[in-house]
């Protein structure tokens, strides 16, 4: 038996997702956290979510086109989410905006995912299914006018 206090829950523990030690639920001045027995040489802190730590998915950001979540990726891959269904063949990526993905929309026509690009006659929006799908949008403020 290890000396960790779980008294407060009869939960299993969890585990870092770094260095696989147990992680400690702590009472922050902010709420409560999850962090990392190996502090502090792993300095490892996790969002608290319903009594259990949240290993990088946020609830809030669901994928544009099967609203799995989505999952921010390692910082050492770069700034991106990804869609948590993408072993099940969803590759949506999205670029991260300050912790937050950036915002995604569907081609009316054929429902792949749509990008902004820069043409001639200035910004516009185009379907990534290009070039089997051929549909594109103006931009209005940032979004395609549909
Ligand atoms: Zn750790
Ligand atoms: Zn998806
Ligand atoms: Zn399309």
Redesign the pocket.
């Known amino acids: 038996m290890s000396a960790i206090d779980n008294s407060s829950t009869n939960e299993r523990l969890h585990y870092c997702p770094r260095c696989r030690k147990p992680l400690r639920r702590i009472q922050g001045k902010m709420g409560p956290f999850w962090g990392c027995s190996g502090f502090p040489d792993c300095r490892t802190s996790l969002n608290d979510v319903d009594g259990k730590p949240s290993i990088d998915v946020d609830e809030h950001y669901r994928?544009p086109?099967?609203?799995?979540q989505l999952v921010k990726a390692d910082k050492e891959k770069g700034d991106y989410w990804f869609?948590s269904?993408y072993s099940k063949g969803?590759k949506?990526t999205l670029a991260d905006h300050d912790g937050v993905p950036e915002a995604a929309y569907q081609c009316q026509k054929c429902h792949h995912l749509l990008v902004k690009r820069s043409g001639k006659n200035g910004v516009f929006w185009g379907c990534s299914d290009y070039p089997n799908c051929t549909a594109s949008y103006n931009d209005d403020n940032n979004r395609p006018k549909f």
């Not at 086109?65 to 799995?68: A, I, P, S």
């Open positions: 994928c086109l099967c609203t799995r869609c269904g969803c949506v």
